[in-house]
């Protein structure tokens, strides 16, 4: 019925909220779970028969120096997750893989290595990821700024979360 990327609308006390399927099924009676759109971390659950499909337009970004990076290959391990998300992912320039990236899930420090020969490139992702939180926050000083343009790519983005909303509501 509804699989995951779909865009759905719901009606919460009378009020329309639209949002992506980040989990799916193919049963009306099934459970679906939400990502609503937007300023927000709100995820929403329910049967599916509750939603309906929707069009609408996400937020768009402004255009940063950071555009031209992506991160693929992002694969979760919540069952090695104590403190944080465990993860493993690659971040590309353009098309080529320049680091790969570690959370061992245990509260420390996302890792960030570059993949041979990438040591420059890396540390020119390092200097535009600080100059993007810089620019989209609320903090001259910002902490981890490489991590969090991680984390805003792969958990905020594709939710319609700008990176002023992110950064505007994170760092306070």
Not at 53 to 75: C, G, H, I, Q
Not at 84 to 93: L, V
């Amino acid at each position: 019925m509804f699989k995951k990327g779909n865009k759905v609308k719901c009606d919460i006390d009378g009020k329309t909220v639209n949002g992506i399927v980040i989990r799916g099924t193919t049963s009306v009676n099934g459970r679906i779970r939400v990502r609503q759109i937007g300023n927000s971390f709100n995820e929403l659950a329910g049967a599916a028969l509750n939603f309906k499909a929707a069009k609408f337009t996400l937020p768009k970004n402004t255009p940063s120096d950071m555009d031209k990076y992506s991160v693929v290959s992002y694969k979760e391990f919540r069952e090695m997750s104590r403190d944080s998300t465990a993860f493993a992912a690659k971040i590309k320039r353009g098309k080529k893989v320049i680091a790969e990236a570690t959370n061992d899930g245990w509260g420390g420090c996302t890792m960030i290595y570059p993949v041979e020969g990438r040591r420059e490139a890396l540390d020119t992702f390092a200097a535009e990821a600080r100059k993007w939180a810089i620019r989209f926050g609320k903090n001259e000083k910002p902490i981890e700024p490489d991590d969090t343009w991680i984390f805003w790519w792969v958990h905020c983005r594709p939710y319609g979360m700008t990176a002023e909303m992110y950064l505007g509501k994170e760092i306070e």
